[in-house]
């Protein structure tokens, strides 16, 4: 399955303009896929599911992120200065903070 940029292996996504509502679902009808996959990604190696299942475990993080924030209060500006990097993912490269983890918090603000 060529999955392009839906997938970022141990990366954080660049997200400048994503729908992470629409982009999670997507990932998960991958992860659900009942066939043997071998998935051809945009960033990364040929993987399986466990690629999928990670990614999605970020955005579950990130999307926790956004819920507390805007719990609170906190502006957007302010959950993308205060979100810090699990030990889980710190391994993960992070092209741009604002395109990745801001991008996605932009659109869970949305």
Known sequence: ????????????????DADMYNWTRELDGIAQ???????????????????VRAQLGLFDDLARHADRMKAIGATVA?????????????????????WTVGGVLRSYYR
């Open 33 to 51: 896929n009942r066939r043997s996959l071998r998935i051809v990604t945009g960033h990364g190696p040929v993987c399986g599911r466990e690629a």
């Open 1 to 16: 399955m060529f999955v392009g940029d839906l997938i970022f292996q141990h990366e954080y996504p660049v997200a400048l």
């Open 78 to 98: 302010e959950a993308e200065k205060r979100y810090t990097v699990p030990d889980r993912f710190r391994e993960y490269a992070i092209f741009s903070w604002t």
